[in-house]
């Protein structure tokens, strides 16, 4: 990008680079017959991921859960506070090395998908410039039901409660002939993200790579 602060004013033109470690990549699938499914960072890593289970592919909504994982962190770190820090609910669990993934899973999944758990064990943590913000908790509870659907009767008298389908956006029923790769829930994650921010530029940046997708007529393997 022209003019970007970030790069100095240089441009594709001006450098060129090399991605590496393609052993380590998934083809836009999910598939790879190089790298496991499992490798990651377990703090950051969707819950059915640190399971014994086995599933076909990692999809865009397994993505999203790790990138939902970091804004927590972020929210959740004290800069100035090391110790402080590691006496959080977050820290306590996610920084035990003698934690098994199957235990991080569990503690992973009894914070996102239990409302009152969420608050008592994440929000309530945050650093006071996260806290108070009521406008970042409400994204981060729409991503929450969004990802986590199980939690749908947040805020809701169970009278008033629609249940819909219970598969709907649900990670673990990743072999969804209609939409495998999760997009539909990625996108969903990421128009809210973008009303948080104020801005249409995630949810455009996906059109766009649809749209150049289309004009190819590639199916995906490979790429």
Request: glycine share 8%.
């Amino acid at each position: 990008m022209e003019g970007s602060v970030l790069t100095g004013g240089l441009t594709h033109k001006d450098r060129t680079g090399t991605l590496i470690d393609w052993n380590l990549c998934f083809d836009v699938c999910g598939k790879s017959s190089h790298r496991a499914f499992k490798s990651g960072t377990p703090a950051f890593m969707a819950p059915i991921l640190l399971e014994d289970e086995q599933i076909p592919r990692r999809t865009l909504g397994h993505d999203m859960e790790s990138f939902f994982a970091v804004i927590i962190w972020i929210a959740t770190f004290n800069y100035d506070d090391e110790d402080a820090f590691q006496a959080k609910p977050l820290a306590k669990i996610l920084l035990d090395h003698f934690k098994a993934p199957a235990d991080i899973a569990n503690a992973k999944g009894n914070w996102f998908k239990d409302p009152e758990s969420f608050r008592r064990r994440i929000t309530d943590h945050f650093e006071p410039l996260y806290r108070e913000n009521r406008e970042f908790r409400v994204c981060l509870l729409k991503l929450r039901k969004i990802l986590y659907p199980a939690s749908q009767e947040d805020d809701l008298g169970l009278g008033d409660l629609d249940l819909g389908d219970p598969d709907k956006n649900n990670n673990k029923v990743t072999e969804d002939a209609a939409d495998p790769m999760k997009e539909d829930l990625f996108r969903q994650c990421m128009k809210e993200i973008d009303d948080y921010l104020g801005e249409t530029d995630g949810c455009d940046e996906i059109e766009e790579i649809g749209r150049r997708k289309a004009a190819k007529g590639t199916d995906g393997e490979g790429a």
